[in-house]
């Protein structure tokens, strides 16, 4: 089984990032140590010289280890799933396997990037203020409602059973930020409500929060 050594691992994070709390979670999960290598978004620092030869894109996070540096989430958290493989994340029921990439696809495609902090800045500053966070509140209840929908017969403890499985590393930090960013009525999806009371049990994800992590604000 593949450990990771002293500060061989180092994580290209922002606080409030969703991508990046994804992944903060794994790395807690399965034990891994990693050094936190803070990239404040609103400095624009994921747009320097230095940080877009690890990412092209300029997006957090991004997870080196060793030689290798591996960007987006996703492709990080099935890096992980493959390298080190304890606490693992993906079942091996190819049913429940699928439902799992199609959770987290709901909310890495069709949440997440209508809602990142470039697509609300554009908002705001060619629309108003008010109408960045409206535009949110739609898809975010789009995707929820599409979530409780697609998890209904097959939630347990967690999102696709009594087991902390891909998908809930996806659904945390997503329903985190509706109660505390955007201030959702989640009384209407009382699934997810029900799950991210669950979440809020376990110590590698509470740890991996935002306001748990070093660059956020005092």
């Not at 347990?156 to 201030?183: C, K, M, W």
């Amino acid at each position: 089984m593949a450990t990771a050594g002293d500060q061989q691992l180092k994580l290209y994070s922002y606080y409030r990032s969703s991508c990046s709390f994804r992944v903060r979670i794994a790395l807690n999960l399965k034990g891994l140590k990693y050094e936190y290598r803070a990239v404040n978004l609103l400095k624009k620092e994921q747009y320097s010289p230095e940080f877009r030869k690890l990412n092209p894109i300029g997006y957090v996070p991004v997870l080196v280890d060793g030689e290798m540096a591996v960007s987006d989430s996703f492709a990080i958290l099935l890096y992980l799933e493959e390298k080190y493989p304890q606490h693992p994340l993906l079942p091996k029921d190819l049913q429940r396997k699928a439902l799992n990439f199609q959770a987290a696809n709901i909310v890495c495609s069709s949440i997440q990037p209508l809602q990142n902090l470039a697509v609300l800045n554009y908002i705001e500053e060619r629309v108003s203020p008010d109408a960045k966070i409206e535009w949110a509140k739609v898809h975010i209840e789009k995707g929820f409602a599409a979530l409780e929908d697609l998890l209904r017969n097959y939630a347990g403890r967690y999102a696709t059973g009594d087991e902390v499985s891909f998908a809930d590393l996806f659904l945390a930090p997503q329903i985190h930020a509706a109660f505390t960013r955007f201030n959702l009525d989640m009384t209407q999806f009382p699934l997810l409500s029900r799950l991210h009371e669950a979440y809020n049990e376990i110590p590698a994800f509470v740890d991996a929060r935002p306001d748990k992590q070093p660059d956020a604000p005092s």
